[in-house]
């Protein structure tokens, strides 16, 4: 492997030998892999890939270890003060596309990929105690669901938004939901739901205003709701499309609220759904 010269930022690594070391988690794709990984020893949990110069530029701007970057040249030349802002310690490793395509085993046509550190998940207490908005997803299996929620939360909650992650939820640090989420998963806190749907019942003893969203015509439609979002705390409820909410879940929520639609259409996209309501009951940050 022929070795970069020395800079003011990082030293740029060209690649020739792809069976070097710090290239193996861009080898190993699966998702599974990656969250079990501790980088350098830590003991925290797990590694992610954010892809394309969107995510990667929120990823370095964000609180999450950047470990190291893969980047063709091409996109190095239009990011090369970002490159070269980050700390010297990073390898960047330098690839043409079809090499990095063959590294990766996917279409490098975004040309750079960033390796970061999850490290642990926030306590529910710790992230709600400091929340106006909380989007809580029960069952959300898809990913491109998932990095969209994210995206309209940043988008149109207020300032101090997070999102609290309910039972077969899928990973938000996952490659797709990153990129479709335009990197927003890094800047909104996370956490996971400890003891469901018992969760639900602590948010509203936290004085959350907990509103599952729902097409059932029986629900209170949104806009007649006098609760607004920062002045109230909301928790807004969703889950997967078809099945919807658990009763279980359902059982503990203050309101049931829908959102008044035209004759015909009996639902949206709950990542459209989740947008629609945001715009309703939130001032954004």
Known sequence: MQQGHARSGPTITPVQDLDHPGL??????????????????????????????????????????????????????????????????????????????TIVGFDMHRGVLALGERGQVPRFGDVVADTDCLLVLEGLSNHDNIGSLYRSLAALGPARSAVMLGPRCADPFYRKSLRVSMGHVLGVPTTRAERWPDDLKQLAALGFHTLALTPDASATPLRSLRVRCPSDKVALVL???????????????????????????????????????????????
């Open 24 to 101: 193996e988690p861009y080898r190993n794709q699966k998702d599974a892999w990656l969250r079990v990984q501790a980088h350098g020893g830590t003991g925290l949990g797990g590694l992610f890939l954010a892809e394309g110069e969107i995510v990667a530029r929120a990823l370095f701007e964000s609180k999450f270890n950047v470990c190291s970057v893969l980047i063709t040249p091409t996109r190095l030349e239009g990011m090369r003060e970002t490159i070269d802002a980050l700390p010297p310690q990073i390898p960047v490793y330098l690839a043409d596309r079809r090499v990095a395509e």
């Open 239 to 285: 889950g997967a499309e078809g099945p919807g909410l658990t009763e279980a879940s359902m059982a503990e929520v203050k309101h049931r609220v829908r959102i008044e639609m035209n004759q015909g259409v009996d639902s949206l996209n709950v990542a459209v759904s989740a947008a629609v309501a945001l715009s309703q009951i939130c001032r954004p940050g």
